[in-house]
């Protein structure tokens, strides 16, 4: 999940906030004084130990009825002194009586930076799934049912939650900053993923890294990472609505180029809810797409980088193309030179009916706090989906998995302050160099990627031009996957998606276990 950005911010590769959540600090414990005003100089800070709830359950998908093991713990992971550094939380699901060294595994986490794996672990992969209609809102009271498009069925998963997130922490709490940064966190995960393949006696089997959003900025460096400190292959990285060079995604003053990857998602929203001119009515989604992405391409960049030189007939020709691609009024695109970021576009697209829409999926649309705003307060998808999926999951962790902890799951934390300084100092992030690295060594690595036409977070044409740049051998391009969905960034809330994307899931998973 990648955070929202706060509106009239500019739009950098330092991710901001959209939802503020407070960080849950527990107590120290002392020994020896029940009550200390002060700790004395002696006394030792709580010990965090391995603790790991063990279950077993049966699970039906695809027709087809298995035993599985589900294991909820942590394991604590130790820095380059041998010290203890960081529990890290999380929740595995191993089908019984298998080989391990044919049994394929999948290492499951979302993005943020600060999200945990609840949104792929209910929303998508597990074995049970949010109770949504087939348009992905969810039915209210909130509750988990069987996941008939579970690929638990194709591979053993393991959710992961890095350092703040879940119930992983810090050890002590409070250094939890040393891991808010890209090489951090991606060599944390390395480390949890180290070990729970050594424990696991899993170094044998298909392996496979599946993030969503941030998250596959961090499949991306920690393929590279497993490859290059522990000599551990990966098969495979599947990439939900991906972001690996930050550029495309960020505009500002001096980067234009992101207003032109946003466009055919703009249209597609708009397409959505009957806003393009009337050239374009009676269009089909595909034809909609294919003419927002040639003009994205093509004369709309043409005149982005003109800036100031463009001649009044050249702009009025970019305003009329414009307006009817993307709902909005020719004097509202003059007013922002011809450049309209996400958050103005999510408030300005319905503001004749007083709705917001989604950034995170164009589909969605709420009531915002401020109607006469000229940006969106808050982003109605999590508005939507973020309570219920809050209070399933926290169900499912104490009546099914026999989790009891009084401390806070943390679903989504702020972490505003994430650090990309220690691998992308004065330029954007891009961990696509680092893909290209790991293929270029492993040329056996595939890689699946799922985008969402809806989703103006991360969206979709951004990731083709990635992609298209990477200046892969030709030999390794056939290696990567394109896949496009009728959805938003979490494609997998609508039905028709979810079904898809678990058939080309599972086809890709079985593929990828025999190279």
Same mark, same amino acid.
């Given at each position: 999940?990648?955070?929202?950005?706060? =509106?009239?911010?500019?739009?950098?590769?330092?991710?901001?906030?959209?939802?503020?959540?407070?960080?849950?600090?527990?107590?120290?414990? %002392?020994?020896?004084?029940?009550?200390?005003?002060?700790?004395?100089?002696?006394?030792?800070?709580?010990?965090?130990?391995?603790?790991?709830?063990?279950?077993?359950?049966?699970?039906?998908?695809?027709?087809?009825?298995?035993?599985?093991?589900i294991?909820?713990?942590?394991?604590?992971?130790?820095?380059?002194?041998?010290? &203890?550094?960081?529990?890290?939380?999380?929740?595995?699901? *191993?089908?019984e009586?298998?080989?391990?060294?044919?049994?394929?595994?999948?290492? =499951?986490?979302?993005?943020?930076?600060?999200?945990? $794996? !609840?949104?792929?672990?209910?929303?998508?992969?597990?074995?049970?799934?949010?109770v949504?209609?087939?348009?992905?809102?969810?039915?209210?009271?909130?509750?988990?049912?069987?996941?008939?498009?579970?690929?638990?069925?194709?591979?053993?998963? !393991?959710?992961?939650?890095?350092?703040?997130?879940?119930?992983?922490?810090?050890?002590?709490?409070?250094?939890?900053?040393?891991?808010? $940064? !890209?090489?951090k966190?991606?060599?944390?995960?390395? &480390?949890?993923?180290?070990?729970?393949?050594?424990?696991?006696?899993?170094?044998?089997?298909p392996?496979?890294?599946?993030?969503?959003?941030?998250?596959?900025?961090?499949?991306?460096?920690l393929?590279l990472?497993?490859?290059?400190?522990?000599?551990?292959?990966?098969?495979?990285?599947?990439?939900?609505? $991906?972001?690996?060079?930050?550029?495309?995604?960020?505009?500002?003053g001096g980067?234009?180029?992101?207003?032109?990857?946003?466009?055919?998602?703009?249209?597609?929203?708009?397409?959505?809810?009957?806003?393009?001119?009337?050239?374009?009515?009676?269009?089909?989604?595909?034809?909609?797409?294919?003419?927002?992405?040639?003009?994205?391409?093509?004369?709309?960049?043409?005149?982005?980088?003109?800036?100031?030189?463009?001649?009044?007939?050249?702009?009025?020709? !970019?305003?009329?193309?414009?307006?009817?691609? *993307?709902?909005?009024?020719?004097? +509202?695109?003059?007013?922002?030179?011809?450049?309209?970021?996400? @958050?103005?576009?999510?408030?300005?697209?319905?503001?004749d009916?007083?709705?917001?829409?989604?950034?995170?999926?164009?589909?969605?649309?709420?009531?915002?706090?401020?109607?006469?705003?000229? =940006? =969106?307060?808050?982003?109605?998808?999590?508005?939507?989906?973020?309570?219920?999926?809050?209070? #399933?999951?926290? #169900?499912?962790?104490?009546?099914?998995?026999?989790?009891?902890?009084?401390? &806070?799951?943390?679903?989504?934390?702020?972490?505003?302050?994430?650090? +990309? $300084?220690?691998?992308?100092?004065?330029?954007?992030?891009?961990?696509?160099?680092?893909?290209?690295?790991?293929?270029?060594?492993?040329?056996?690595?595939?890689?699946?990627?799922?985008?969402?036409?809806?989703?103006?977070?991360?969206? +979709?044409?951004?990731?083709? %031009? *990635?992609?298209?740049?990477?200046?892969?051998?030709?030999?390794?391009?056939?290696?990567?996957?394109?896949?496009?969905?009728?959805?938003? @960034?979490?494609?997998?809330?609508?039905?028709?998606?979810?079904?898809?994307?678990?058939?080309?899931?599972?086809?890709?998973?079985?593929?990828?276990?025999?190279?």
């Open positions: 999940m990648l955070m929202n950005l706060e =509106c009239g911010n500019k739009l950098t590769y330092k991710l901001g906030s959209l939802l503020a959540l407070f960080l849950f600090l527990a107590q120290s414990l %002392y020994a020896n004084d029940p009550q200390p005003q002060q700790p004395p100089e002696h006394a030792s800070p709580s010990v965090v130990k391995e603790e790991q709830s063990v279950t077993k359950q049966t699970f039906t998908i695809n027709g087809n009825a298995a035993k599985y093991l294991t909820a713990g942590n394991y604590l992971i130790k820095d380059e002194h041998g010290k &203890e550094s960081a529990s890290i939380f999380f929740i595995a699901y *191993t089908k009586n298998v080989d391990p060294a044919t049994r394929p595994i999948t290492f =499951c986490f979302n993005g943020g930076p600060g999200s945990s $794996s !609840v949104w792929l672990h209910i929303g998508a992969f597990g074995p049970k799934r949010l949504m209609n087939d348009d992905g809102f969810p039915i209210l009271p909130p509750r988990l049912e069987p996941n008939a498009n579970s690929i638990l069925d194709v591979t053993d998963l !393991v959710f992961i939650d890095p350092v703040s997130t879940g119930y992983s922490k810090a050890i002590p709490e409070e250094d939890s900053k040393k891991f808010h $940064s !890209v090489s966190d991606v060599a944390s995960v390395g &480390e949890f993923i180290r070990l729970y393949v050594t424990r696991n006696n899993r170094w044998l089997s392996k496979f890294l599946a993030g969503e959003s941030y998250g596959t900025t961090r499949a991306a460096a393929a990472y497993l490859h290059a400190n522990f000599r551990m292959y990966v098969n495979g990285i599947i990439m939900i609505s $991906s972001i690996l060079n930050f550029q495309p995604y960020f505009p500002n980067n234009d180029l992101p207003y032109a990857m946003s466009l055919p998602s703009y249209a597609a929203t708009a397409w959505y809810h009957k806003k393009l001119g009337p050239e374009y009515q009676g269009w089909d989604l595909p034809r909609v797409l294919k003419e927002a992405e040639n003009y994205a391409s093509g004369d709309y960049l043409i005149a982005l980088q003109k800036g100031d030189a463009l001649t009044p007939e050249e702009q009025q020709k !970019v305003i009329n193309k414009l307006s009817s691609l *993307t709902g909005l009024s020719k004097e +509202y695109l003059e007013r922002y030179h011809l450049r309209v970021p996400i @958050h103005r576009f999510s408030k300005a697209l319905l503001r009916e007083n709705r917001t829409i989604g950034r995170f999926d164009g589909r969605f649309k709420g009531i915002d706090a401020d109607e006469e705003g000229e =940006c =969106c307060t808050w982003d109605p998808t999590y508005s939507i989906l973020f309570g219920p999926f809050t209070s #399933a999951f926290n #169900a499912y962790l104490k009546t099914d998995l026999k989790v009891d902890r009084d401390e &806070e799951y943390e679903i989504l934390a702020s972490l505003p302050n994430w650090d +990309y $300084s220690d691998t992308a100092s004065n330029q954007y992030l891009n961990v696509a160099d680092s893909l290209k690295e790991v293929m270029s060594k492993d040329p056996h690595l595939k890689v699946f990627v799922a985008s969402g036409y809806y989703d103006m977070a991360t969206p +979709y044409y951004a990731g083709v %031009y *990635t992609l298209n740049h990477m200046k892969l051998d030709p030999s390794l391009r056939k290696n990567i996957q394109n896949n496009f969905y009728p959805a938003g @960034h979490m494609m997998f809330v609508q039905k028709a998606s979810l079904v898809q994307l678990k058939k080309d899931l599972a086809q890709f998973i079985e593929q990828a276990s025999r190279s």
